[in-house]
């Protein structure tokens, strides 16, 4: 067990609608990343957040958004689902997002899109 | 921007064969460099990491890497695998000064058979 929590793990929703996925680092990490791992894509870094402020993005849509609360949990937000968004959405957690720390990755969720 | 290429999609080994897996990237400055895996089931983990020093790195379950700057590659390489082994290892660089914002390669899924 990574000690990062993802919920849910499994979410099937329709084109057009939007979901939100959860995710609860490690007790005591500061920093949180969302990655999405697609067929055609593979495993793609999407948003970093440190102690609630965005620290770095990567290949995030503009009809996604993320955001990371006081108490550290982060959510992800995807709205108007195209049928290509069905992937695996990984969140990862490490103490202080600096480059030598090692990243703690929840088991994920797995959105389908129909 | 950097990118990541494994060559081998599937690899199929016999208990106690060799393994090297394959990884190349593209960047133009100073990278870090991890081996990542997943079991079936579970969430990724860690195998092992390059920053700086000794090109040859070695990690859990012995596992080991080595980093040839000039080929711009990191394979994996272990002398004897197990039945165990069997999962699915990504190969994943960061610049060195973006934190933890890793670019992952498309994954290699290793079958061990008894």
């Known amino acids: 067990d990574s000690g990062v929590t993802q919920t849910p793990k499994h979410l099937i929703t329709a084109t057009g609608q939007r979901v939100t996925l959860r995710c609860s680092p490690r007790s005591g990490d500061l920093s949180v990343y969302w990655y999405q791992q697609s067929l055609d894509q593979g495993l793609q870094f999407l948003i970093q957040?440190?102690?609630?402020?965005?620290?770095a993005k990567g290949n995030i849509l503009e009809r996604f958004s993320a955001q990371q609360f006081p108490d550290l949990h982060s959510e992800l937000n995807l709205s108007s689902l195209e049928l290509g968004d069905s992937a695996l959405y990984f969140c990862?957690?490490?103490?202080?997002?600096?480059?030598?720390?090692?990243?703690?990755f929840g088991s994920g969720t797995q959105l389908s899109v129909l | 921007a950097q990118s990541v290429s494994q060559h081998n999609h599937h690899v199929i080994l016999s208990e106690a064969a060799s393994l090297e897996l394959g990884c190349n990237y593209s960047?133009?400055?100073?990278?870090?460099l991890f081996w990542y895996v997943q079991y079936p089931g579970q969430h990724l983990q860690l195998l092992l990491k390059?920053?700086?020093?000794?090109?040859l790195v070695k990690g859990i379950k012995g596992f080991e890497a080595e980093f040839i700057k000039s080929k711009f590659s990191f394979n994996l390489r272990k002398p004897s695998v197990q039945w165990s082994d069997t999962a699915e290892y990504f190969c994943?660089?960061?610049?060195?000064?973006?934190?933890?914002?890793?670019?992952f390669g498309g994954g290699t899924r290793l079958m061990v058979k008894p």
């Open positions: 994943a660089v960061s610049p060195n000064n973006a934190g933890n914002m890793l670019t």
């Open positions: 990862a957690s490490s103490a202080y997002g600096a480059t030598n720390e090692k990243l703690f």
């Open positions: 957040y440190y102690n609630g402020e965005e620290r």
């Open positions: 390059y920053f700086s020093g000794d090109p």
């Open positions: 960047y133009g400055g100073t990278v870090n």
